[in-house]
Each structure stands twice: as C-alpha cells, then as structure tokens.
C-alpha cells in the first residue's frame, strides 16, 4: 500500500495498491509529484484505492498504450503500432479497478500454403481483443497475415463492456506478400490499415463494437491473407486479399482510443503504421512498438512530499 496526495494543491491522500511502483511527474498532471502504479505485460490486474483522507474523494489520472499487430508472412508488411488515450478521474475509497494491457499480435508466415496466419492478440478481458490474421492461399507460396494487437483497458469494478472508463486502440496486423507485389502495413492504433497490391483495401479502423476483426479464412489461388484488425474500443477490420496471384495482401484496421465522458481531462492519439502514439513520452517504456510490442497503462496521483 502506498500513500499519495498533498503536495502544493492540497488534494487528499490517496493510498493504492497493484502494479510496479515508482514516482514521477508529467505536464499532463499539471507537473504534480506523483506515485506511479504501472503495469507493462499482457492480461488482467487489480488497482485498488484502499483509502482517501478527508472528505473519501479524490483524482487519479491514468495514461495508456494499446499493443502493436504483428508482421505480415514472407517479408510482409510491418504491423501498426499502438495507440495512446490519458484521463483524468475522480475516485472514491474503496473503489476497485480491472487493468487489462493488451498482448500484441502474432507474425504471419510464408509458404505455408493455406495457413500461416499470425494470432490475435488478448488482454485477458472479452473486450477489445485482436483479431487473427488472414490464412494464406493453398497454392503457390503465398503467406498468412500479421493478428491485431489487444487494446489496453481500464474496467470500473468488473470486465464489463459498460464499466470501461479509458481504452488505448492496438495496431492492426500487416499484410502476407509474396514476390509480385508489395503487402500493407497495419493501421496503428486508431488508423486505417495500408492497401496491399492488385486492388487489395486496407482495413477500416474502428468499425466493430467488440474488437478486432480477423478471418480463419483465406483467399482462392496463390494469394496471400489480410492482417488482422486491431482491438480497441471499436476494433478493426482485417486487410483486404489481393485481386490476382502473386502479390500482397493489405493491412488490417487499428482498433479505437476512447475516453468516457465524465473524465475531468482527456486526450488521445492515434499510432502512425511504424511510429507509436506519444512515442517520446516519459512513462511509455517502449510500449507499443510495432511488430507485435505489448501495451502499457501507467495510473498515477499526488504524492505527499
């Protein structure tokens, strides 16, 4: 248990537990001292605040990335990297959260004829979940597509879809390529997925209620499979097949950021293919890196000094 709070404005102390602990400080918190709870590998945590001195109420702001979708197969496309969402909440003694950080997405393979396809990416939850790659074509040398990465998420009490609070969108998986032509890279988090070659579309973001959308399914001929979509509180689709032999699939869409809408501050980003939302930020430890990087979520308040 650690206690937090005070410092120049005069919030009540906060004690939590859960996570790895450190201190620090960030623009965003208005430069406050902070106690930090962080949790950086995939699947499902508990953050309690045990107590609030003075009136029971009090603020934790929470920053997140979602995890990144893995490589096409054959030399395919990269997966997109994760997104990003902060917030800012008031919390009340006693209050539970669930931490789920998304786990990032298979690698497709090549020359596997009519498998290959890279897996789908789990934050341990039911919810913003990846999807799997699309299996490659049984002929020829054609290659399976990268699985989405798992949104990161922050559950109000139980893993419910209604009790989420902040979601970081993960990245999409990349295309499957083989010779002819070139494959798409995966949306990052909140990014529509690259087209691939022979009038293959990429993967809308955001376009499903649960998660990332994936395919056990696969492409006539000797062509290679889609990505993956990503999860996030809208998931992606998967990346779209190529229109002839030989060439290279699409990449699928980036799942969403979300914030809801009694947070007292917000922000989110969205991931650029290869470039992770709020790359250079100071609490992001290489989260979300593309090529299957898993989540983060970092929850921080005022410390006592």
């Not at 997104?83 to 020359?111: D, E, K, L, Y």
């Not at 399914?217 to 998931?235: L, V």
């Not at 290489?286 to 898993?294: C, F, I, P, V, Y």
Request: proline share 1%.
């Amino acid at each position: 248990m650690v206690m937090g709070g005070g410092g120049g404005s005069n919030l009540p102390y906060i004690s939590a537990s859960g996570g790895s602990l450190s201190t620090g400080s960030h623009s965003s918190a208005g430069n406050l001292p902070l106690t930090l709870h962080s949790w950086q590998s995939s699947g499902v945590s508990t953050f309690t605040i045990n107590d609030i001195t003075g009136s029971g109420e009090g603020v934790i702001y929470v920053w997140a990335w979602g995890a990144a979708g893995g490589n096409g197969g054959q030399g395919g496309a990269g997966g997109g990297s994760g997104g990003f969402a902060f917030g800012s909440f008031q919390v009340t003694a006693g209050q539970t959260f669930r931490v789920a950080v998304g786990g990032g997405g298979g690698n497709g393979s090549g020359c596997h004829g009519c498998w290959g396809a890279g897996g789908a990416g789990s934050n341990g939850s039911s919810w913003c979940n990846g999807g799997q790659g699309r299996y490659a074509g049984c002929r020829g040398c054609s290659a399976g597509g990268g699985g989405g990465g798992a949104g990161t998420v922050l559950y109000n009490g139980s893993e419910a879809f209604g009790n989420i609070w902040l979601v970081a969108g993960a990245g999409a998986g990349g295309g499957g390529r083989e010779g002819c032509g070139g494959a798409g890279q995966g949306g990052g988090g909140n990014q529509n997925g690259q087209g691939g070659s022979c009038s293959a579309g990429g993967g809308a973001c955001c376009a499903n209620g649960t998660g990332g959308v994936g395919s056990n399914g696969r492409p006539g001929g000797d062509r290679s499979g889609g990505g993956g979509g990503g999860g996030g509180y809208a998931g992606g689709n998967v990346g779209g097949d190529p229109g002839c032999d030989c060439h290279g699939a699409a990449g699928g869409g980036g799942g969403s950021n979300w914030v809801i809408g009694s947070a007292l501050t917000d922000d989110t980003e969205a991931g650029n293919y290869g470039t992770t939302a709020e790359s250079g930020h100071s609490f992001r430890n290489s989260a979300g890196d593309r090529n299957g990087g898993t989540g983060r979520m970092v929850i921080g308040y005022e410390r006592q000094t």
